[in-house]
């Protein structure tokens, strides 16, 4: 099959996703709109005004519903899983006043990344979110949805142990929070936290859970889109030299496991060389302009400095042995070239 055609099927799928959600947003759309008109016929309607301190503003529904829109697109375009989360997160956000994603990585959940921790009085910053973990030994919220496979919305801590995960984030309890399991090919592989602050406006539990959906969605299609732009696209950057066995991109995220790959842990676990190989790689294909114009201009490091630096804290993630991955760094990434990467802090060569 060739290239053009692969593409047109990748976006045919895609565009059968979007047309799925944009119906969803609509229908969610014309039962606000049914709500509000029979609010009007409650009698003494007309006279009652709500003094304006007492309720937050509400957003005008066709904002509203541009907003979900738009953000729905943003998720489902995603080109992989670590934009796809960041998308995710900075639409849950719109409806709340803290959310994070915690990923479920053997007896524990391990957070990941965080969005609004810095605006309220909290002990961790957004990015401080990764050094937070839970055990799924302690009776927690997180522990009780992902058994259940249910969401939890209303007071915090619900659960014998919920002050755990209040006294890790640290500052003023929130007045209601909503915590929704994550499912991937069918799975619960993580949870979604928000909450929201007295004096705020509530969750928007529906538009979250639009949210969360199309996440699921959207990565569940993502390691085929993946692959089989990979395929295209690997001799754009391997050039003359042999290419190696082209595998599915291992994304910063790092949610799913190959099938192939996991009849045998020991070639994701066991081999750091690989691990980094990927993880490089994975830069390149989607990043390609930007690091050819870093290694022109001398820069490469100051480019694609955040990109670099997660794909490094992914790697540490797996193995710990750096000059591996200092030495793939300069081999792959910046051709050979060292000096490209400076102000890069390398430890090992």
Not at 7 to 29: C, D, S, Y
Not at 94 to 108: E, G, N, T, V
Not at 194 to 212: K, L, Q, T
Not at 232 to 257: L, R, W
């Amino acid at each position: 099959m060739s290239a053009d055609k692969i593409k047109r099927l990748i976006e045919t799928i895609l565009n059968e996703k979007k047309g799925m959600l944009v119906a969803q947003v609509h229908e969610i759309q014309e039962s606000i709109m049914q709500q509000l008109e029979g609010i009007k016929e409650v009698p003494g309607f007309d006279a009652f005004h709500v003094p304006p301190d007492i309720v937050p503003p509400v957003m005008d529904p066709g904002k509203l519903i541009s907003s979900i829109h738009k953000n729905v697109m943003a998720v489902s375009e995603s080109e992989n899983q670590l934009k796809l989360i960041s998308n995710l997160l900075d639409a849950i956000n719109l409806f709340s006043s803290r959310s994070a994603l915690f990923l479920l990585r053997d007896d524990k959940l391990v957070g990941w990344r965080g969005k609004g921790f810095e605006k309220h009085d909290s002990n961790v910053t957004d990015k401080e979110i990764k050094t937070v973990f839970f055990s799924l030994s302690a009776d927690t919220v997180f522990k009780h949805v992902l058994e259940n496979r249910k969401g939890y919305a209303g007071p915090p801590a619900p659960r014998a142990d919920d002050h755990l995960i209040f006294s890790r984030f640290g500052g003023a309890a929130p007045k209601e929070i909503l915590v929704l399991p994550f499912f991937v090919k069918g799975k619960p592989q993580a949870v979604i936290y928000a909450d929201s602050f007295e004096g705020e406006p509530g969750i928007g539990r529906r538009e979250i859970e639009i949210f969360a959906r199309t996440g699921e969605m959207s990565l569940d299609l993502l390691p085929l889109r993946q692959k089989i732009m990979a395929r295209v696209k690997t001799q754009e950057f391997i050039g003359d030299s042999e290419p190696e066995p082209v595998a599915e991109p291992d994304t910063a995220a790092d949610f799913i496991v190959p099938e192939k790959e996991s009849k045998s842990p020991s070639l994701r676990t066991n081999d750091p060389e690989r691990k980094a190989r990927v993880i490089l790689n994975d830069i390149i294909l989607y990043n390609e302009k930007a690091v050819e114009d870093g290694i022109n201009s001398g820069d490469l490091y100051a480019a694609l400095r955040d990109t670099i630096d997660q794909a490094r804290e992914e790697y540490l993630r797996k193995h710990d042995d750096m000059e591996i991955f200092e030495t793939q760094l300069i081999k792959i990434l910046a051709k050979g070239n060292r000096e490209v990467l400076k102000g890069y802090p390398f430890v090992a060569i």
